[in-house]
Nanobody, 121 residues
Framework: QVQLVESGGGLVQAGGSLRLSCAAS????????MGWYRQAPGKQRMFVAS???????HYADFVMGRFTISRDNAKNTVYLQMNSLKPEDTAVYFC???????????????WGQGTQVTVSS
């Protein structure tokens, strides 16, 4: 099993920045990809960004150019640097870990508990 712990959320003004962290532990050898999703109240959980083996990254259109995903393999940690934040970015951000093949997530995956990001106007 894999456990994921997110941190770094908080309250920030529009135009500000935050950096989220997700630390993985347990059977990390079963993982070759990690990513971030977000869910606003009353809305569907949506993909934000992911990074896989070879540092292949993918971003949702609505964060392209503002957010950057990175990882530290030695620490089994993935980061999400969020710049130029907008009120629309307000959501609970969840870390995901699993395996991706040809850009597709396998059905077996793991999720963190989420961290709240609130952007004030």
């Amino acid at each position: 099993q894999v456990q994921l712990v997110e941190s770094g959320g908080g309250l920030v003004q529009a135009g500000g920045s935050l950096r989220l962290s997700c630390a993985a532990s347990g059977n990390i050898f079963s993982i070759n990809a990690m990513g971030w999703y977000r869910q606003a109240p009353g809305k569907q959980r949506m993909f934000v960004a992911s990074v896989a083996d070879g540092n292949t990254t993918h971003y949702a259109d609505f964060v392209m150019g503002r957010f950057t995903i990175s990882r530290d393999n030695a620490k089994n940690t993935v980061y999400l640097q969020m710049n130029s934040l907008k009120p629309e970015d307000t959501a609970v951000y969840f870390c995901r870990a699993g395996r991706k093949y040809a850009g597709i997530w396998s059905p077996d995956d793991y999720w963190g508990q989420g961290t709240q990001v609130t952007v004030s106007s």
